[in-house]
């Protein structure tokens, strides 16, 4: 395993950090999109909880969750637990929104939350702006969705927060030295199985009737859980922050794009007027500088 784990990050060095970026960008919504489709076959949480199961399963054999809590402190352990019922509440959150609303307007509503931090992280005008605009953008988007369905709205401002509970908390973790990135998640998506268990189980043994619906649900977790977070730490350890940052511009229009393709949700001009607003104030926001640890 050690060799096949040294082959791959030879493999993985020779190919330009964007590249690894634009894999992300494109996985990091085509797993929901097709989440979606599965929605009235399985159900909204059976599906999420599906998701967290394979990817959990996934990695286990390599991150080996049991050894990570085992080995962590209390305060570390304490950070873990939070760390994995975020993830399982954010999976379940997101996907009830995408249930209601166009994965574009899902999409702008979590990036606002990620230039807040941002904002929290180094303030300055240039943040204030960026985080104007974007709520601007988002705002567009909104439009008369606020009367026609304030319970997807909900769901989606939820996910939006718990996303920055998700960036803060891991990042508190990193303070720690809590292992690596992916350790992290393994523990994570170990301590998330257990919590949606009771929520999702019910609607997800549907699919354990047909093979396909399985295949496919297994596949929404590989594309949303597995696939992008693995390119995210290859594009993340090769770039700098900064530009990091900046390609964070590109997955509202990421999530549209797929949106048309995948589940015909045809983006009106207003909405993509709103769009290129998130994307602008995701592209000039500036990140706060990273801390030593």
Not at 8 to 13: E, G, L, T, V, Y
Not at 17 to 32: I, K, N, R, T
Not at 234 to 252: E, T
């Amino acid at each position: 395993m050690m060799a096949q784990a040294l082959t791959f990050s030879r493999i993985a060095d020779k190919v330009p950090p964007h590249a690894w970026f634009a894999v992300s960008a494109v996985f990091h919504y085509l797993g929901p999109a097709f989440a979606v489709l599965l929605f009235p076959h399985v159900g909204v949480l059976g599906v999420a909880w599906l998701r967290i199961a394979s990817a959990a399963a996934i990695f286990a054999p390599v991150t080996r969750p049991w050894r990570t809590l085992a080995r962590a402190d209390r305060h570390t352990r304490r950070l873990l637990l939070a760390f994995g019922v975020c993830l399982a509440a954010m999976n379940c959150s997101f996907y009830l929104a995408l249930d209601r609303l166009p994965i574009s307007l899902v999409a702008a509503i979590e990036f606002v939350g990620t230039i807040g931090v941002a904002l929290y992280g180094l303030r300055s005008r240039r943040n204030v702006a960026a985080l104007a605009v974007a709520v601007a953008g988002t705002f567009l988007l909104i439009d008369v969705k606020w009367s026609s369905d304030p319970a997807g709205l909900g769901w989606a401002f939820l996910n939006g927060a718990l996303f920055v509970t998700y960036i803060v908390l891991g990042h508190r973790l990193a303070r720690a030295g809590a292992s690596d990135g992916v350790t992290n998640l393994g523990a994570a998506m170990a301590i998330a199985f257990l919590f949606v268990l009771p929520f999702g189980f019910g609607e997800a043994i549907a699919a354990f009737s047909s093979p396909l619906l399985l295949a496919a649900a297994v596949g929404v977790g590989i594309c949303s859980s597995v696939i992008p977070y693995i390119c995210d730490q290859l594009a993340m350890s090769r770039l700098p922050r900064a530009s990091f940052a900046l390609l964070l511009s590109l997955l509202p229009v990421t999530a549209t794009v797929i949106g048309v393709i995948v589940l015909a949700q045809f983006p009106s001009p207003t909405d993509i007027l709103g769009i290129m607003l998130v994307v602008s104030g995701v592209a000039i926001h500036k990140p706060a500088p990273e801390t030593a640890h």
